[in-house]
């Protein structure tokens, strides 16, 4: 699977859902290749892309409309929701 791909053609709610799917299977079936196999590891491994997130995109080319409280929510809701 050509993840760079997948995550380039979503653009709506259902490809998102699709693509957190596409995650949630793959983690489970190729555990072995994923480099962050426990939450905190995969939460932090998010927080330092982040961080660095600029240099991946080359600076001028970094997502300047990125609703962070939106973010936040989504990842804070994992905790709590069934």
């Given at each position: ?20 799917n ?60 069934e």
């Amino acid at each position: 699977m050509d993840w760079y791909d997948k995550i380039e053609n979503v653009t709506n709610k259902e490809q998102f859902l699709e693509f957190v799917n596409l995650l949630s299977d793959d983690y489970k079936k190729n555990r072995d290749e994923w480099e962050n196999k426990s939450i905190d590891l995969y939460l932090q491994a998010i927080e330092s892309w982040m961080e660095d997130m600029e240099e991946f995109y080359g600076h001028s080319d970094a997502p300047i409309s990125i609703n962070w409280n939106f973010l936040s929510k989504m990842l804070y809701v994992g905790k709590i929701y069934e």
